[in-house]
């Protein structure tokens, strides 16, 4: 298994990196919400502005890996992501809508072409740093949480809306944590804002 994850360095000059390459919003957008929230590619390109309830995401079953609707909270920068990406919007339902022509028969952005992005990001703003791919943002993000916020690991695998391995946990542990969940996302936004906002006056 992959155990390629960005450190906090990384997180920042990752983010950095993509206000530098001239990428279409869209991209950048969605690479930097799949970062804030641990979302799994497919669910962030096939999001939709009705999934979007206030501070909510709320991802529905059928774009889900284990079939389980999962609700995601919004940190401010997540909101504004949002925010931009409506603001550019033609009127699609899709919040990262084609930008393509091969494209426009999904009606959203193509996951794959997120890879190209990030490879790009690698040569413009980490070079040194090792490949790694767009679902180590999703480990990234569950390994900072750990790591850095010291979050339980049942928590953790509420977020990423992980069935336990556990069979006994699955069967009869029903507790959904919302309340440390909502705190994980919201801690971990605050902490990739004040690092991003440091790497952005470092760089001026």
């Not at 960005?6 to 950095?16: H, M």
């Not at 957008?29 to 641990?38: D, H």
């Not at 699609?92 to 084609?98: K, L």
């Not at 949480?145 to 049942?154: F, I, T």
Request: aromatic letters at 6%.
């Amino acid at each position: 298994p992959r155990q390629r994850w960005l450190c906090r360095e990384e997180v920042a000059s990752f983010w950095q990196g993509l206000s530098e390459g001239g990428f279409h919003p869209a991209q950048s957008n969605c690479l930097r919400l799949i970062l804030l929230t641990g979302v799994r590619r497919g669910e962030a390109t096939g999001m939709t502005w009705e999934q979007v309830i206030g501070n909510k995401w709320i991802i529905p079953a059928s774009n889900t890996k284990n079939g389980k609707e999962h609700a995601v909270t919004l940190h401010k920068m997540s909101l504004e992501i949002l925010a931009h990406q409506r603001a550019i919007s033609s009127g699609s339902p899709w919040v990262f809508e084609a930008i393509r022509e091969h494209e426009a028969g999904q009606g959203h952005i193509d996951g794959n072409a997120l890879r190209w992005v990030i490879n790009k990001v690698r040569s413009i703003a980490m070079a040194q740093s090792e490949p790694f791919t767009v679902h180590d943002l999703r480990r990234s993000a569950a390994t900072n949480w750990a790591e850095r916020l010291d979050a339980e690991e049942r928590v953790i695998e509420l977020c990423l809306n992980h069935l336990p391995l556990n069979k006994l946990v699955r069967t009869y542990h029903r507790s959904r944590h919302d309340d440390k969940k909502k705190m994980l996302w919201q801690r971990w936004g605050e902490l990739v804002e004040l690092e991003v906002r440091s790497e952005e006056h470092t760089s001026e």
